[in-house]
């Protein structure tokens, strides 16, 4: 639930106005208990707002995670690929080779017979290059295999952690609408007992100051903004005829002294 700012077609009170129909101590001590209730329901409305992205955070650090394991088997695809590539290049090759050497016997001339020899050798020199290349993608395939298993292995433990962490937030989240819940009924409980117009004071400034309407002076200081209040201002506080507000932060004053 968020905040509700004033209704603007209701009337607000001016710095001074007289209230001369109400008990002015007692607004204020229902402004406090109100107060109280807007404060936690600000905090929680703000600490909801945070959860999406939190949870967004989450997911894109696992998808990460699984990214890089969707590359390590794009990686050992690629080796299993060009292996098998080079395996049907190697048999090429011997087969070239068994066809030139089952043409050596049927060569008439001495020149024709060592230039065969020489392709057969060619043949078979490239073959075992091939072999050799055939051989190493193996071993790097293997290897690759190898760091696939362990980081699913790695995946899987930290699908846990995530799985935890999200149902954590959102059991969180569900935790805030519950109380927020709470608190709206405390709060319909506590507005009949203010004044309409002051009420409508009091949302107003909690609209467009973070959640906080009634501060109490602090040591000659607005518990809002820690503007200096004078000591003058403050007697006005405590003659309890008037609504006071900060200069600065327009926040409504009191004086904690038992109201």
Do not use: W
């Not at 707002?49 to 690629?78: G, H």
């Not at 043409?103 to 072999?131: P, R, V, W």
Request: proline share 3%; charged share 35%.
């Amino acid at each position: 639930m968020e905040v509700r700012g004033p209704n603007p077609l209701s009337p607000t009170i001016k710095q001074g106005e007289e209230l001369p129909t109400l008990n002015l101590r007692s607004q204020l001590s229902s402004l406090i208990k109100l107060q109280t209730v807007d404060s936690e329901i600000y905090a929680l409305c703000s600490e909801k707002s945070t959860k999406p992205d939190e949870i967004k955070a989450i997911e894109l650090s696992f998808e990460t995670k699984k990214a890089n394991l969707a590359e390590l088997e794009k990686k050992l695809l690629e080796l299993q690929k060009e292996r098998k590539d080079k395996e049907l290049e190697l048999g090429s090759k011997e087969e070239a080779a068994k066809k030139l050497q089952g043409q050596l016997y049927g060569l008439k001339t001495n020149k024709e017979y060592q230039t065969m020899l020489q392709q057969i050798q060619d043949a078979k020199a490239d073959a075992s290059i091939i072999e050799d290349k055939v051989l190493e993608l193996f071993d790097k395939a293997d290897e690759a295999r190898g760091e696939v298993e362990k980081e699913k292995l790695r995946l899987k433990e930290e699908e846990k952690i995530f799985l935890a962490e999200k149902n954590k937030t959102e059991e969180r989240v569900k935790e805030i609408d519950g109380r927020l819940s709470q608190l709206e009924a405390q709060r319909k409980q506590a507005i009949p007992d203010i004044d309409p117009k002051i009420l409508s004071q009091y949302e107003r400034i909690l609209g467009s100051r973070e959640g906080l309407a009634i501060v109490v002076v602090k040591g000659n200081s607005c518990g809002g903004c820690n503007m200096f209040v004078p000591p003058q201002v403050i007697n006005l506080i405590k003659m309890y005829e008037h609504i006071i507000t900060c200069e600065m932060c327009n926040r409504i004053l009191y004086i904690d002294e038992g109201i």
